[in-house]
């Protein structure tokens, strides 16, 4: 049992069979320095190692015909249990397969994933992974979004990074994500910085007021506004709760 299993540190488990691939972006930025800071762990398994066969093969082609391959449920299921075998019996680990016909990842998703205390991530590759194995271990498919990779380690490491900024520490702030896009229900506000003159455009003057209530007041409208124009699903389920929320109330 490692350090990271044994504590209660975050922790992500990787099957893949590129794990040369990782940390690659996580070891950078938020992530990384929470990764250095030991605020989360991550440990990678090829799943090549748990093959039997003399040609360490990982996959076959699909029963019934056709193009592609699929990764066998017998080397998947070695490598499953391995992992689970390791895991402490006390710890809550989501198992995931990143899968384009899965529940799409979304900000509610991130919290509860960061909520448990750590993952194993099965990366698929090829056609993806034999039914069977998908069903028998019970592993939740999670999608990045509407289109196909080639591979189920990008999508790993978005879920990853989407998870892990969430943990305790990670962030400088720990308020700063309670205003992230999402985390209200809403799309966040704009931003604006320095230099106050940029090529003779200003922000917006309410800004430079130093007037904290007003300011927060022109953030929630502009992010309503936002909201309403870029993404009215999101403004519809925003309008719908809050209107629930007042009928409780009442
Ligand atoms: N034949 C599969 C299909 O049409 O649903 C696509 C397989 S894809 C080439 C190989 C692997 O990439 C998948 O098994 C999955 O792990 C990963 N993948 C591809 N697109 C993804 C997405 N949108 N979200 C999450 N994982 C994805």
Not at 93 to 117: C, E, I, N, W
């Amino acid at each position: 049992m490692t350090q990271a299993m044994a504590s209660k540190v975050w922790a992500a488990h990787l099957l893949t069979l590129f794990p040369e691939m990782f940390p690659g972006p996580l070891g950078h930025s938020l992530a990384g320095r929470g990764l250095k800071k030991q605020l989360w762990s991550l440990d990678c398994h090829n799943i090549r190692d748990f093959a039997t066969d003399k040609h360490a093969n990982v996959d076959a082609p699909p029963f019934g015909g056709g193009h592609g391959m699929v990764m066998r449920p017998d080397v998947i299921g070695r490598a499953i249990e391995h992992l689970q075998d390791s895991l402490p019996d006390s710890h809550d680990t989501a198992f995931v397969y990143p899968s384009p016909r899965g529940r799409l990842l979304d900000q509610k998703m991130a919290r509860q994933l960061s909520q448990k205390d750590g993952m194993v991530i099965v990366c698929g590759r090829y056609e993806g992974l034999d039914q069977r194995a998908i069903e028998h271990y019970q592993l939740e498919e999670v999608s990045i979004g509407d289109y196909v990779l080639s591979g189920g380690e990008q999508a790993a490491m978005v879920i990853l990074d989407a998870v892990v900024r969430l943990l305790p520490g990670v962030m400088g702030k720990e308020i700063s994500h309670l205003e992230d896009s999402f985390e209200t229900g809403l799309l966040e506000h704009h931003h604006y910085t320095q230099p106050r003159d940029w090529k003779g455009l200003e922000p917006p003057e309410i800004l430079l007021s130093g007037h904290h209530q007003n300011i927060a007041k022109w953030r929630a409208e502009n992010a309503r506004d936002i909201t309403a124009s870029r993404r009215p699903d999101l403004m519809a389920a925003y309008m719908a709760k809050k209107h629930l929320d007042t009928e409780d109330k009442d």
